[in-house]
């Protein structure tokens, strides 16, 4: 374990409450796609359609998450975030009570083994009948919401959206995820408007109708984001377009939510009278919008304002790359934009809290099960990234409350289907039975959280 963090548990920063956690989110890993009376999302018709690999079985984590949640017991999880199916409790307009109970019991079942459970309300799998470029999904979005803080009235903290950058950008612009809309920036610039309207709208229902019955609850969205590093730091005008780069992915969701309201200039004058328009009354609405930043972090990139031509992002500098590769193509291992993003973050919104909401590598899929189970890479990944963050509290006071390791399980990544590992657990998507074996990572974030705990 490193210094940094031995560091923060003897001066007493760690020995406050601290959410020691992980993640997951339903459609990659709960399965049982058609049961309980469950209808189906767009990622459902999305890879049923392509013919993809799709999250029909998954993990099978709804038939399973009384053994996965004794495994997150044995290593000492204080949090886990799990996130609700849509398209499981809720058929249109009526709710469905057998899709509902599943979400009961799974929540009394984390409290009952002493780990509090973050709920994430959306994390991409929209029920088919809506469509983000549409405004009528706000108000939908607001009665589920509405829905669910009424039936889960135990949970403390709760997320609206996972990710709107990628959902949009990759949903209704690039055509990679569901509904695999390949079109103008306008399709995933009205989604994203629409986004956020529907969190503030969702935080409103839940400061109205429930906050003063339950104290101490927290409703917050998570935001992603790479950390973007001039490629040349004395060059002002890698600085500039760094900055730039950083509001197109976190600024603009982020200013509205954190800062004024609105979107920030950067977002305005890059994409013009393309950009949607926010009233004041939804500017109103929005600002100040939730009780924590939830930042989901991976990887870093060098921006190179020489290069143009929409190939301004590079991984390499002076013949060397900004890390190691990770099992995905995009996830270089750079432990010290860690450390700059949540700076970042603090010294530009000064939000009252960071929990950072995802945060981990991949692996790629392999039958030498051995090498998956035995993961020093993933270790060193934590130790590295896990040190910064400790920096980041140590040295610029950066008020982090949480850590959610993504992911609990191997689970279906998306357009990548089950080509990449990313979770503590490996799972045997070979076997029926969806056998699990607790890596080597895992026992050592364990043995990270047991020891903060013991200093408590």
């Known amino acids: 374990m490193s210094r940094a963090i031995k560091k923060l548990q003897s001066d007493g920063t760690l020995n406050q409450p601290f959410m020691w956690g992980t993640a997951t989110a339903a459609y990659q890993v709960e399965g049982a796609w058609k049961e309980g009376g469950r209808s189906p999302s767009h990622w459902d018709t999305f890879t049923h359609n392509k013919g993809m690999e799709n999250g029909d079985v998954a993990c099978d984590f709804y038939h399973k998450y009384p053994e996965d949640i004794q495994l997150m017991k044995q290593l000492g999880f204080t949090h886990f975030r799990y996130s609700i199916s849509w398209s499981r409790v809720m058929n249109g307009e009526l709710r469905n009570e057998q899709g509902i109970q599943f979400y009961r019991d799974l929540t009394q079942e984390l409290l009952r083994n002493n780990i509090e459970p973050v709920v994430t309300l959306y994390h991409w799998d929209l029920p088919d009948q809506y469509d983000w470029r549409d405004e009528n999904v706000v108000n939908a979005f607001a009665e589920f919401a509405d829905l669910m803080f009424s039936e889960l009235t135990d949970v403390k903290h709760w997320i609206t959206l996972n990710e709107p950058w990628v959902f949009c950008a990759l949903g209704y612009h690039y055509g990679l995820h569901a509904p695999g809309t390949e079109g103008p920036e306008t399709g995933m610039l009205q989604c994203g408007h629409n986004a956020l309207k529907a969190h503030a709208r969702a935080y409103g229902v839940f400061k109205e109708r429930y906050d003063p019955h339950r104290p101490g609850a927290k409703v917050g969205i998570a935001l992603s984001s790479h950390w973007f590093e001039p490629?040349?730091?004395?060059?002002?005008?890698?600085?500039?377009?760094?900055?730039?780069?950083?509001?197109?992915?976190?600024?603009?969701?982020?200013?509205?939510?954190?800062?004024?309201?609105?979107?920030?200039?950067?977002?305005?004058?890059?994409?013009?009278?393309?950009?949607?328009?926010?009233?004041?009354?939804?500017?109103?609405?929005?600002?100040?919008?939730?009780?924590?930043?939830?930042?989901?972090?991976?990887?870093?990139?060098?921006?190179?304002?020489?290069?143009?031509?929409?190939?301004?992002?590079?991984?390499?500098?002076?013949?060397?790359?900004?890390?190691?590769?990770?099992?995905?193509?995009?996830?270089?291992?750079?432990?010290?934009?860690?450390?700059?993003?949540?700076?970042?973050?603090?010294?530009?919104?000064?939000?009252?809290?960071?929990?950072?909401?995802?945060?981990?590598?991949?692996?790629?899929?392999?039958s030498d099960v051995t090498s998956l189970v035995n993961d020093y890479s993933r270790i060193a990944f934590f130790e590295g990234y896990l040190t910064e963050m400790a920096k980041a509290i140590l040295h610029n006071d950066v008020p982090l409350v949480g850590y959610l390791a993504w992911s609990l399980l191997d689970n279906f990544e998306w357009e990548d289907g089950y080509a990449e590992r990313f979770g503590l657990i490996y799972v045997d998507f070979n076997d029926p039975g969806r056998r699990r074996v607790v890596k080597q990572s895992a026992e050592y974030l364990g043995g990270l959280i047991a020891q903060a705990e013991l200093c408590r």
Do not use: C
């Open 231 to 366: 490629l040349e730091p004395s060059n002002a005008a890698d600085q500039e377009l760094s900055e730039k780069k950083r509001d197109l992915m976190l600024g603009w969701f982020a200013e509205p939510v954190y800062g004024s309201g609105d979107y920030p200039p950067n977002v305005k004058s890059h994409y013009g009278d393309q950009l949607p328009v926010f009233s004041e009354a939804e500017k109103a609405m929005i600002k100040g919008s939730s009780d924590f930043f939830g930042l989901n972090h991976y990887t870093s990139v060098y921006v190179d304002s020489t290069r143009g031509g929409g190939s301004d992002e590079t991984r390499i500098k002076h013949g060397a790359p900004i890390g190691a590769l990770a099992g995905s193509e995009w996830l270089y291992v750079v432990p010290w934009g860690f450390n700059r993003i949540l700076t970042y973050i603090k010294t530009r919104w000064d939000p009252k809290a960071i929990v950072v909401t995802e945060n981990g590598m991949s692996d790629a899929d392999t």
